[in-house]
């Protein structure tokens, strides 16, 4: 089942207050990493999934891409994007990507920053993009980490009386599916998947593995963010770059 949760107006407040504070998770730990990955642009064409407020998609046409299509669900979303960013190479649309058409072999590089999570049939979603790939075309996207996925709306960090933590503690690893939870608001709907079957999926789809990211903060981004000390117990973020093979 879709849900657009960023056309919810108490929720998508929250999420820009969190976007455009400078030390957030993502301009800090998952956007770096996330970039050291991204390979040459100039005259490709590209998809984004789950392209947000256009950012990325605006970043691709700044290095020369021949054309970028950024597509999300929500109309929040793609408002913001086609009001901040006018180019000729570059369309965006609301759309589910479950309910995208694209012609086979047509894409260079398939992108998506945190979006696979929300989307419930991985098999088909990978399976859609090996189809969308040019030969040698690149899929790079990043997760919630599926140990972080994983627990079902329990407090994660065990602490002792003072507060202090103890340990992270991983549970219902292995049941993968639907995470409803509260994150800026209640019944948020998330999809956990195991290492392997998102491995496996890619394998099993004619991407080979290239590299894989749980990305480590650099200190000066502990020192701007302190709460990315966690960071060294447990990764927030996996990133993959696959290739059609
Ligand atoms: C965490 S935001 C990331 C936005 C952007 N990639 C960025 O990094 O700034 C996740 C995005 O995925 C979009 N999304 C969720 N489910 C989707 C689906 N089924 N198809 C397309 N977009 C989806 C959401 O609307 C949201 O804009």
Redesign the pocket.
């Known amino acids: 089942m879709?849900q657009?949760i960023?056309d919810n107006n108490k929720f998508f407040q929250q999420y820009q207050a969190i976007r455009v504070r400078e030390n957030n998770y993502?301009n800090l730990l998952e956007q770096p990493n996330f970039f050291t990955l991204i390979p040459s642009l100039k005259d490709k064409v590209v998809l984004d999934?789950?392209?947000?407020?256009g950012?990325?998609a605006a970043y691709c046409i700044s290095q020369g891409a021949k054309h970028v299509t950024g597509?999300?669900?929500?109309f929040n979303?793609i408002g913001n994007a086609k009001e901040r960013y006018i180019h000729e190479c570059l369309t965006f649309e609301q759309v589910?990507?479950?309910d995208m058409t694209v012609p086979n072999g047509s894409i260079d590089f398939v992108s998506?920053?945190?979006?696979f999570h929300?989307?419930a049939d991985f098999q088909l979603l990978i399976k859609k993009i090996s189809t969308a790939l040019c030969e040698e075309g690149i899929l790079l996207f990043s997760i919630n980490h599926p140990i972080v996925a994983a627990n079902k709306g329990k407090e994660s960090w065990v602490t002792d009386q003072e507060g202090n933590l103890l340990h992270y503690a991983v549970d219902n690893y292995q049941d993968e599916g639907l995470r409803t939870q509260n994150w800026l608001v209640d019944n948020v709907m998330m999809y956990h998947r195991t290492m392997s079957t998102i491995l496996n999926t890619l394998i099993e789809s004619g991407l080979q593995i290239e590299k894989i990211i749980e990305p480590i903060p650099t200190n000066e981004a502990v020192c701007n963010l302190p709460s990315l000390n966690k960071e060294f117990r447990r990764p927030s973020f996996l990133i993959v770059r696959a290739k059609k093979v």
């Open positions: 879709k657009n960023y993502n999934i789950g392209c947000g407020m950012d990325f597509i999300d669900i929500s979303m589910a990507f479950e998506s920053s945190l979006a929300y989307i």
